[in-house]
């Protein structure tokens, strides 16, 4: 079955730091770049970070750059969202989505994961 | 702010048809292809139109995509109480090396 599945996810304090995983299954993962977006309760989507197929190439919203860090074990079909120096403004849930298009010009995003949700309280 | 505009919400009647606007800038509607996206209550996201005018195997030809210059519009025809969602216009931009998404338009069928 082709499908993403997000995880690792919950309530964490400001400042600390957690790890996002989604594990893909039923298509070659290593073929694909992928995308984090997330969504704040009630908000629209906003893009998180983007890595290339083999992981060459990284791109990151301003809003987590140098906190958030996206990397992918495509041994293990597995893409990973490190975040540290969580923010209230954080909270949200997060999705993972393969990244179709030969660059940036023609990206678009076709498989989606359930998303998991992350929430940065005291 | 998104950097993309798309209105709050826009609402019709079952069975009419409905245009969703999405209004960018020369660095990322005007150089760059269009994706759209429906999001249904308490769901993920959908990939709805790509490459400004195309739709992905089972998306019913209800659904369209348009560009001229530096907007977008999706069109949805034959509305359904089912069509009920938020969408969602997404681009690249090539000046700020960003993914961008627009603020989402919220449709009721009435």
């Known amino acids: 079955q082709v499908q993403l599945v997000e995880s690792g996810g919950g309530v964490v304090q400001p400042g600390r730091s957690l790890r996002l995983s989604c594990a893909a299954s039923?298509?070659?993962?290593?073929?694909?770049?992928m995308i984090w977006v997330r969504q704040a309760p009630g908000k629209g989507l906003e893009w998180v970070a983007i890595i290339w197929y083999d992981g060459s190439n990284k791109y990151y919203a301003e809003s987590v750059k140098g906190r958030f860090t996206i990397s992918r074990d495509n041994s293990k079909n597995t893409l990973y969202l490190q975040m540290n120096s969580l923010r209230a403004e954080d909270t949200a849930i997060y999705y993972c989505?393969?990244?179709?298009?030969?660059?940036?010009?023609?990206?678009?995003?076709?498989?989606w994961g359930r998303g998991t949700l992350v929430t940065v309280s005291s | 702010q998104s950097v993309l505009t798309q209105p709050p919400s826009v609402s019709a009647a079952p069975g009419q048809k409905v245009t969703i606007s999405c209004s960018g800038s020369?660095?990322?509607?005007?150089?760059?292809?269009v994706s759209w996206y429906q999001q249904l209550p308490g769901t993920a996201p959908k990939l709805l139109i790509y490459?400004?005018?195309k739709r992905p195997s089972g998306i019913p030809d209800r659904f369209s995509g348009s560009k001229s210059g530096t907007s977008a519009t999706l069109g949805i025809t034959g509305l359904q109480t089912g069509d009920e969602a938020d969408y969602y216009c997404g681009t690249w931009d090539t000046s700020l090396s960003v993914v961008i998404f627009g603020g989402g338009t919220k449709l009721t069928v009435l």
């Open positions: 039923g298509f070659t993962f290593s073929s694909y770049g």
């Open positions: 020369s660095s990322n509607i005007g150089i760059n292809y």
């Open positions: 490459e400004n005018n």
């Open positions: 989505a393969t990244v179709r298009g030969p660059n940036g010009s023609y990206w678009y995003f076709d498989l």
